[in-house]
């Protein structure tokens, strides 16, 4: 076992042979740190020295193939040695926040409104972490600038209707005024819905300028649960039609992925971000991607930095089908008349 630089862990796997104590052992000197143990070539496991690797609060990742009995106990699965070298560096941004993800989605059930409360309360805490405030204060807030536009337009196309985010000029930045005219437009709306944004993106995720403004984290989480746009469309998921395009950055993935129908343009890139703000999904990404792509997968977007095209994201299941950027909105349609 040698260790790195950054608090990553290479474990002989052989050790999954020889019982839990040995598992435990081989990591005493790193629990209650954050720490990524990654696995060599697997080989002959004990099934107890599997669940003993599965309940340490550590990250967790072991080269494919990989055996079905590992993969419960397994956070990420890894491709090749440089998507390793890359897991490293971007693990290596907030440790705290990318052990908590991965705990997260190593417990999760199918209980969506569960994983959100669960996500949430997770998110808050992190809010009051190190890692959090550390990007806060290395980051320059946006001065003010007046906006009493609206953040989301309604308009109804026969039976169905249309719920645009229209905040172009931020990349439709989610705010806490798009999150509450939004919620009230789904809740508002029957019938089937496309949802689409304005200008060159769908949603680049959170405000900035807005992250961490809460004064207190526990009630943060009562409200976010109190306003979820994520609930909101998992109740509805049946009826929605979300199309994505440009950037479609935390919120702007994690809330389409609720939906049954996601269309992706050809110019769209999707990503999880929140790792390097030291936290971790917040808008229900821990519930709505899991679901689609499984949570080896969701963990390794969030923790290797950076985003994947709409073809890899419609082979991994995270959208339905991709098309040009301009018959986005006419498929959609298309979609939404036959529910």
Known sequence: MTGAAVPVVELD?????????AVR??????????????LDDLGPLDPAAVLALRELPVVVAGRGPVDPLLSSALDVVLDD???????????????????????LL??????????????????????GGAE???????????PPVPDREPRVRVTAHGRVTEV??????????????????????????????????????FCSGGDLDEFGTFPDPAIAHLVRLTRSVAARIAGAAERIVVG???????AGIELPAFARHVVA???????????????????????????????????ALLLVDGTIPGPVALEWGLVDEVVPRAQLRARCFEIATTL
Do not use: K
Not at 25 to 38: I, K
Not at 171 to 179: E, K, Y
């Open 244 to 250: 994505v395009h440009g950037m479609c950055l935390g």
């Open 25 to 38: 052992a081989a990591l005493a000197d790193r629990l209650g740190e954050p720490t990524l143990v990654v």
């Open 265 to 299: 343009a050809d110019d769209a890139r999707l990503g999880l971000p929140e790792l390097g703000l030291g936290l971790i999904p917040g808008a229900g990404g821990t519930v709505s991607l899991p679901a689609r792509i499984g949570r080896h997968r969701c963990l």
């Open 13 to 21: 796997a052989r050790l999954l042979a020889a019982g839990p104590a």
């Open 106 to 127: 190593r417990t999760s059930g199918d209980d969506w409104w569960a994983g959100l409360v669960r996500e949430s309360a997770t998110y808050s805490m992190l809010q």
């Open 132 to 142: 959090f405030r550390r990007w806060r204060e290395g980051r320059a807030a946006s």
């Open 81 to 103: 040695a440089g998507q390793h070298a890359r897991l490293a560096a971007g693990f290596a941004r907030a440790p705290v926040a990318g052990v908590a993800a991965a705990l």
């Open 164 to 201: 645009t985010l229209s905040r172009p000029s931020r990349h439709n930045a989610l705010d806490l005024r798009m999150r509450d005219e939004l919620y009230a437009a789904l809740d508002a709306t029957p019938g089937p819905i496309v949802l689409l944004g304005d200008g060159p993106s």
